[in-house]
């Protein structure tokens, strides 16, 4: 529920609200008592059901997990990258214990960062990739990070099957 309130009131960082920020938010929101607040979150949850909506969503989360002293860099430090797919992605996509894993093995490069562009595409892989990998195209113009997620789990499967 913080993350839909914090993107409803389009805050820059987590676990912080500027008095502006609350202001303008509830304002714009024009929502003015914790019951008006009550019925935004719960029609907020069930606009995420929408595609379009929960990529949206899934967008500002990038954004907010930034914070103010890193949206230059336009990357997401790994070990906030991690508890928000968790958060988000956890329903939607059966292949994120494997990702997980992936982008914290030492063997694959060590991640320390998510690009925005992985951050997007991954979203994106989410939602139009088979979760067997089977319709998976090596010539789509997917983020590395991801064409190697693929080959790591393709390399597992083989190597189980043997």
Known sequence: MQMVLAWKLSLSEIGE??????LEGFKNLNCQ?????KTLLSASKEELNNGDNFKEFYLFSFKYGQGTENDLKRVLELDVAIPL??????DRFPLLNEWIKFVQDPDQGNQNSISSDTWAMLLEFTTIINDDLSNFDPFDAWPVLIDDFVNYVQQKKEKNNK
Do not use: A, H, P, T
């Open 33 to 37: 008592n914790l019951d008006q607040l």
């Open 85 to 90: 797919w968790e958060l988000l992605l956890k």
């Open 17 to 22: 609200i500027s008095q502006e920020e609350f």
